[in-house]
Structures are given as C-alpha cells and as structure tokens.
Nanobody, 126 residues
Framework: QVQLVESGGGLVQAGGSLRLSCTVS???????????MGWFRQAPGKEREFVAA????????YYADSVEARFTASRDNAKNTVDLQMNSLRPEDTAVYYC????????????????WGQGTQVTVSS
C-alpha cells in the first residue's frame, strides 16, 4: 500500500510560479526509492495527461512538450518527496495536478501507474 499526498496548488497570475510537492508513505515496506514517480494533470472535460516523470533515483527526468523548459521535477529519496516547480505559468496550465507512483520503471502513461494522490488544483488567471 502506498499513499500519496499533494500540496502547493493555488491561484496564480499568468507568468507566475508555483511549486507542488508530493509526500509518499510506503506502508508495504518497499522503500520510496523503489518507485518511479509521475506528474499528471486533468483539466475540466479533458483526459488526464502526462506532465513529467522521474526515475527511481532521479537520474532520468522527462517532460511533456507543453511544459518543457518551464517545469522542473525533482525528488528527495531521503524525505520521500517529489516536487514540481512550475514557472512561466499559462492559463492553459489550469488543471488538477496529480502525482503518481509506479514500482521501479518510469512511464508517461497514466494507465501504468498503480498509486495516485488526491490531486491539487492549479488555476492560472490571464
């Protein structure tokens, strides 16, 4: 069993920044470092979409084209946290943002992640 809790969402003007955090609790006994992590988002009326993925040790990080060069994902395996720094935010970034965990191998596909947080709302005003 893995529990994920996101924080850091809110309302920001276009061009502003927000930092999302996700704290992971591993009840099954598996260490956090066993899990690849992903960030996804879902806007009203749209499907959940990939934002960023980070490998189990943080050595591999990749992003959706729409956020490349604006968003930065990172993880701290000592603190069981993964963060998403979002800069130069745009109105089209408005969505509920989710972190997700997958045992070992990273992926950009939501269907391949086993554990999800409850989501945090990010709203970017124009």
């Amino acid at each position: 069993q893995v529990q994920l809790v996101e924080s850091g969402g809110g309302l920001v003007q276009a061009g502003g920044s927000l930092r999302l955090s996700c704290t992971v609790s591993t009840i099954s006994g598996r260490p956090f470092s066993n899990f690849a992590m992903g960030w996804f988002r879902q806007a009203p009326g749209k499907e959940r979409e990939f934002v960023a993925a980070i490998s189990w040790n943080g050595g591999k990080i990749y992003y959706a084209d729409s956020v490349e060069a604006r968003f930065t994902a990172s993880r701290d395996n000592a603190k069981n946290t993964v963060d998403l720094q979002m800069n130069s935010l745009r109105p089209e970034d408005t969505a509920v943002y989710y972190c997700a965990a997958r045992f070992f191998r990273d992926s950009s596909l939501p269907s391949e992640y086993d554990y999800w947080g409850q989501g945090t709302q990010v709203t970017v005003s124009s």
